[in-house]
């Protein structure tokens, strides 16, 4: 897959157009499954998680004030640098690192990590997939799991693909525009976006973003084929069998 990256301008504003992303339903839905893997017992020292695809890093600062001790990854300079921005002063408990999630290579091995936000739907073929998976076992501590979520085939096909959205804020406006190809049940967006400057003055730029959806079976086949031993699916935030209608799905793998 060739490197894209995107979230350059758009970074500025993700934050404000992200306000009702479900981050309680995510921080929820880790540490239920912390406490199961670990029997409701925390270690002593810091649980070491690796978030993956962290954006602007408002998930990756939540698990930093929950006491976790968190490398946030991201191949966006601009959406890190938002991140960084955040912090009021440096930590060693919560780094950012600018990398590609298929070279992942961290400090020091993780007890678990996670990717929320689709951001694994952004790899456009199965082979990506596969080396991203692979990547991220292998900065695993023996033991280690792995907590993601995914757009469903579903979700592209009938909420997202061939459809245009807009959003009217007091500070920006965007247009949403998108195609579905349904033999590769994958979306590209053209986000155009018109941003206040001063007065009546607004600075339009575009960018386009790809992502594709894997049928469930294709996502845990290269999960076992990275080396998980154990594969577990469910969907819309509850570990159950998928429905046909689920828009996200969510695995953990160890």
Not at 37 to 58: F, I, Q, S
């Amino acid at each position: 897959m060739e490197e894209r990256v995107m979230y350059r301008d758009f970074a500025e504003f993700y934050d404000e157009l992200m306000q009702d992303a479900p981050y309680d339903e995510w921080l929820r839905l880790f540490e239920d499954r912390l406490a199961s893997e670990t029997g409701g017992r925390r270690a002593a020292a810091p649980w070491k998680v690796a978030d993956l695809g962290c954006g602007t890093g408002t998930f990756s600062i939540r698990l930093f004030k929950k006491g976790y001790q968190v490398y946030a990854v991201d191949l966006s300079e601009e959406m890190l640098a938002q991140a960084q921005a955040k912090l009021p002063h440096p930590t060693p408990f919560l780094r950012f690192l600018q990398q590609d999630v298929r070279h992942l290579r961290l400090p020091e091995q993780v007890d678990c990590a996670v990717s929320f936000c689709d951001a694994l739907n952004y790899l456009l073929e199965e082979d990506d997939l596969l080396q991203a998976f692979r990547a991220i076992r292998s900065q695993l501590k023996a033991g280690g799991w792995f907590l993601f979520d995914m757009h469903t085939p579903y979700m592209l096909q009938e909420e997202l693909g061939q459809q245009t959205f807009y959003d009217v804020r007091e500070d920006v406006a965007y247009i949403w525009q998108s195609r579905f190809d349904a033999e590769r049940c994958q979306v590209e967006y053209d986000v155009t976006f018109f941003a206040h400057v001063e007065d009546d003055l607004y600075r339009r730029f575009q960018e386009t973003h790809w992502q594709r959806a894997y049928p469930q079976e294709t996502i845990e086949r290269l999960l076992r084929e990275a080396g998980f031993a154990h594969v577990e699916a469910g969907a819309d935030f509850r570990w159950q069998e998928p429905a046909e209608t689920a828009k996200r799905y969510f695995f953990c793998a160890k």
